[in-house]
């Protein structure tokens, strides 16, 4: 079974930065989308960002400009840069990929354990 683990998280002030990393480890055969998400307290959980195998970036509108994803397929990690941190992304964080654990298996989404990010103003 493959597996995601998240680090980086923590308490930031706000215009602040932190990076959150994800790696991906266990069974996998093929990593396709690689993304973050984040769920704050009384809310659904939202995209913020994802970054396909070949490099492909996508944000959502609230944090264009301000967040940057990335990923070293070699290492199967995704990163989250986080910069001008505003106490509105305060939420925790998942990481998800969408992977093939083995050359036969089907397509499935994995997801981390969450990590929390908290902007203070």
């Known amino acids: 079974q493959a597996q995601l683990v998240e680090s980086g998280g923590g308490l930031v002030q706000a215009g602040g930065s932190l990076r959150l990393s994800c790696a991906a480890s266990g069974s996998i055969s093929s990593i396709a989308v690689m993304g973050w998400y984040r769920q704050a307290p009384g809310k659904q959980r939202e995209l913020v960002a994802t970054?396909?195998?070949?490099?492909?970036?996508n944000y959502a509108d609230s944090v264009k400009g301000r967040f940057t994803i990335s990923r070293d397929n070699a290492k199967k990690v995704v990163y989250l840069q986080m910069s001008s941190l505003k106490p509105e992304d305060t939420a925790v964080y998942y990481c998800?990929?969408?992977?093939?654990?083995?050359?036969?298996?089907?397509?499935?989404?994995?997801w981390g354990q969450g990590t929390q990010v908290t902007v203070s103003s």
């Open positions: 998800s990929a969408a992977i093939r654990p083995t050359f036969f298996a089907a397509w499935k989404e994995f």
């Open positions: 970054v396909s195998s070949g490099g492909t970036t």
